[in-house]
């Protein structure tokens, strides 16, 4: 009883929610019929008389009209989506609550016959391709199927064995502004079959482009296609297609890309009296088109296209060809800018690199659009173009050198290229040995212009005013579009500066003059400035720009400045400044550099200390695993990779180089790419035993080995090991112990095995260890040993005094304890997994 007060509540609140919704209803309605007495049609969207001519011109015929009017003289109204209300039924209030919100029984989902929803009114999600005035055209096509899209698969389920063929079966759709394309594939016992369907309005009927989704295709005026051009604001480019003669090419199905007014009336003030278009050598130059010879009816076919082509249903980078024998139009399809407002189509598109400002504008025969230039045809190729121009001498010259020439002289379909080319001023301003090096075709030549080159047409469209526009090169190093405004010098009056008064710039460093120069495959602008790249440098401009001094002055000073810039294909281990210093051998070329630096000159000694920092294939940090890499030295480097995250344990994410770590990777250079290494790389003098022989500090634990009889052990070149070697001092402070491990046999073999790992353990990889991600590594008598770093890296309970000696066939650490281990009971070990090469981490 005490839930009475809250279901009354609730009871009044429905009540008074459904009063209201009556109240809404009942003015909706009134306010509907009001319209219709007073003949208002719109509702919310209205368009004004420049959009409505400008963008989509197959706008509905008003209902019940029998003639719609002229464009020019009065717009077309947009019939606005209005969803019919359905009739409500007052005798019962719940009843109209509910049917209000979930729609009439005579509209609802299965016609009435369930209780449905509003959003299942088959009237209003009926699909406009589904409804009336849409035509259908189907294509079949039918093809041998090659035996590896048809594989027999064998079934067994028990007794029962089959074969069977598997048969892939897929339909796609495609829904655009006036069309709806499916297409199906099926394959039946080897032949393939594919079907295509494509619904659209038909001919005379379009879509409002602003309606609701489901907007029905509807009559619209259509006219002439001379004069729908004309409307279009090209009278004049009109008036030479009929003073050429050519009214009768309009009789059939074109594409017409016409000219606006104000664009055609400055070309044809260009034109020789005799009506051959001639241009001064200035404008033939930046235009790069031989129109010598040309008529006016040759322009008028070089801007039309042979069948009607929607631009939603032509492709980037598609040629359609001219009426004009051997020439094409290239279409390019670019995103707007994200405040670009000034039209409903999605992208941007242009006709050879020459914006399209008005589209889809359908004739009697044919569709319109229209360019804000004269498309002068195109016959020669990117590198024609190049060639033909006297400011780009140096250009040619390298392209040639280098063999790019080839590739931007290939034509077809796939072929198109965009040139950003540095005028002969541009190299100019280069430094002379380099401009020398790019003149004789050197492998750097070939990155720097690569720099320069995208295998996409890059119209200056492309690029959007305000925002930064990014696109990627040959070299798949990114380049940056901003516009920018003019120097002061160049403008008289900042105030004033407009698009027109702004340049186009790329990564803040070139500035694209003359843009747009048309080839048959792609597309020049000219640029001021040649557009660095680290890839296109050779080593010695690198270490400078990376403050590498010391091993660059070493190179200088032994002449092998040339030798070192030629290297192709290598990958450069490079020490920095602080690495010599810290260690005796950098410390003495360091000096020798001071002293006596002409004692450097051809030093057999240094070349190959040098030599031995340059490792050959290129191999960048993604590519390295762990193996011996060749240098220019003819030695050896070992390359180890370790794991540094205590989870994700199967990602290697540091490196090393004879224990060198990778501080610095992946600089790209002339061919080859730079990694800076903490330490320098010394080429190793011995094997692990020639090392502890070496040393006067190690020998009492060599005494332990050779008695042990595990010198041949480490003395093996194919194997790779770490040793962990305690000090005389410290066996001398157990040296009682010492003595007796001497003369047992079975405890000196497992001391001595359980200081040697059968892999390379750096200090580089040893890394702090906490609990529960212990990190060990496993001994050649299966001793687990904790490692961990402090203060200093530490194993089990010594700590590694000196790091990293590095040996022809492994490397040994100094260490200030003996390692403690427990002998290896033969179940303990049995509970271990057995590797045939133990692994270098265990995680307990």
């Not at 999600?125 to 594989?151: A, F, H, I, L, T």
């Not at 009929?242 to 309009?250: A, P, R, V």
């Not at 992208?347 to 400002?357: D, E, F, I, W």
């Not at 290494?677 to 006067?696: F, H, T």
Request: with cysteine.
């Amino acid at each position: 009883m005490k839930s009475f007060p809250l279901i009354s509540l609730v009871l009044l609140l429905s009540i008074l929610v459904s009063s209201r919704c009556f109240e809404e209803a009942t003015e909706f309605d009134q306010q509907e019929a009001d319209n219709n007495q007073s003949g208002l049609r719109v509702v919310g969207l209205e368009r004004d008389r420049e959009s409505l001519e400008s963008d989509v011109e197959r706008l509905p015929v008003p209902f019940g009209s029998p003639d719609s009017p002229e464009i020019d003289r009065q717009p077309l109204p947009v019939r606005p989506y209005k969803p019919q209300r359905p009739p409500l039924d007052t005798s019962s209030l719940f009843q109209h609550h509910f049917d209000t919100f979930f729609g009439a029984p005579d509209t609802s989902f299965l016609g009435g016959g369930f209780p449905g929803f509003g959003f299942f009114d088959l009237q209003h999600s009926k699909p406009w391709w589904k409804g009336e005035n849409v035509c259908m055209e189907r294509e079949e096509q039918d093809e041998e199927v090659d035996g590896d899209d048809n594989q027999e698969i064998a079934v067994d389920g028990g007794n029962f064995q089959s074969f069977g063929v598997f048969n892939l079966n897929f339909e796609s759709c495609a829904e655009r502004q006036n069309k709806h394309v499916c297409t199906s594939v099926k394959n039946d016992n080897g032949r393939k079959r594919t079907v295509k369907v494509t619904r659209q309005c038909c001919h005379g009927y379009a879509r409002a482009r602003n309606g609701p989704p489901n907007t029905q295709c509807e009559k619209v005026d259509l006219h002439p296609i001379a004069e729908t051009a004309e409307r279009l604001g090209a009278k004049e480019f009109v008036g030479t297609l009929k003073k050429s003669g050519l009214e009768s090419m309009l009789e059939k199905d074109v594409t017409l890309f016409a000219v606006l007014d104000s664009a055609y009336s400055q070309f044809t003030e260009q034109m020789w009296e005799n009506n051959l278009v001639a241009f001064d050598p200035v404008m033939r130059s930046k235009r790069q088109a031989d129109i010598s010879g040309m008529t006016a009816r040759d322009l008028i076919l070089a801007h039309t296209v042979n069948g009607s082509y929607h631009i939603e249903d032509v492709s980037n980078e598609q040629l359609l060809k001219t009426e004009l024998d051997g020439t094409n139009i290239r279409v390019n399809i670019f995103p707007r800018g994200p405040s670009d407002k000034s039209s409903d189509h999605l992208y941007r598109y242009t006709a050879n690199c020459a914006p399209l400002v008005k589209l889809n504008h359908v004739s009697e025969k044919g569709i319109v659009h229209v360019v804000d230039r004269v498309l002068l045809p195109v016959r020669n190729n990117v590198m024609q173009v190049i060639r033909s121009r006297d400011d780009m001498t140096v250009l040619r010259t390298i392209l040639e050198k280098t063999g790019l020439s080839k590739m931007l002289e290939e034509v077809g379909d796939d072929k198109h290229f965009t040139v950003f080319a540095p005028n002969d001023d541009a190299f100019l301003k280069l430094d002379k040995d380099i401009r020398r090096k790019l003149k004789a075709g050197s492998g750097c030549a070939t990155n720097i212009l690569k720099n320069h080159i995208l295998d996409i047409t890059f119209c200056s469209l492309a690029a959007v005013n305000g925002v930064k526009t990014t696109t990627y090169n040959m070299l798949s190093e990114k380049l940056e579009f901003e516009y920018a405004s003019m120097a002061k010098t160049e403008v008289e009056d900042m105030s004033l500066t407009s698009k027109k008064d702004q340049r186009l710039k790329i990564n803040g460093i070139a500035t694209v003059g003359e843009m747009d120069l048309m080839g048959t495959n792609g597309v020049v602008h000219v640029i001021d400035t040649v557009l660095p790249t680290d890839s296109g440098m050779p080593i010695s401009n690198t270490l400078a720009n990376r403050n590498f001094t010391i091993f660059k002055q070493l190179i200088d000073d032994a002449g092998l400045e040339d030798e070192f810039d030629s290297f192709s294909n290598k990958t450069f281990f490079i020490p920095s400044d602080k690495a010599f210093e810290q260690s005796e051998t950098g410390q003495y070329w360091i000096k020798q550099l001071k002293e006596h630096p002409e004692s450097l000159r051809d030093n057999a000694q240094l070349k190959e200390f040098l030599e031995y920092h340059v490792a050959e294939p290129l191999i960048k940090t993604c590519d390295l695993q762990e193996n011996m890499v060749k240098t220019s030295a003819k030695k050896d480097l070992r390359v180890n990779l370790y794991n540094t995250n205590p989870v994700f344990t199967n990602i290697m994410n540091r490196a090393t180089v004879n224990c060198a770590r990778l501080m610095h990777f992946d600089d790209e250079t002339c061919g080859s790419v730079v990694h800076e290494v903490d330490k320098i790389l010394e080429v190793p003098k011995s094997d692990l035993i020639g090392e502890l022989r070496s040393n006067p500090d190690y020998s009492m634990f060599l005494q332990l080995i050779e008695k042990a009889n595990l010198t041949e052990l480490l003395s093996t070149s194919n194997e790779s090991y770490t040793v962990f070697v305690p000090k005389n001092d410290v066996f001398l402070e157990v040296k009682e112990w010492f003595d007796e491990t001497m003369k047992n046999a079975d405890d000196l073999d497992n001391v001595i095995r359980s200081h040697i790992v059968p892999n390379v353990v750096c200090c580089a990889g040893i890394v702090q260890s906490d609990w529960p991600f212990i990190r060990t590594t496993e001994t050649i008598n299966q001793q687990r040993l904790k490692l961990n770093r402090n203060r200093r890296p530490q194993v089990q309970n010594a700590g590694i005094t000196k790091c990293d000696i590095v040996a022809t066939n492994g490397i040994m650490h100094e260490i200030n304890d003996v390692i403690s281990v427990q002998k290896k009971v033969l179940a303990e070990a049995q509970s271990f997994p057995s590797f045939t090469r133990p692994l270098t981490f265990w995680f307990k």
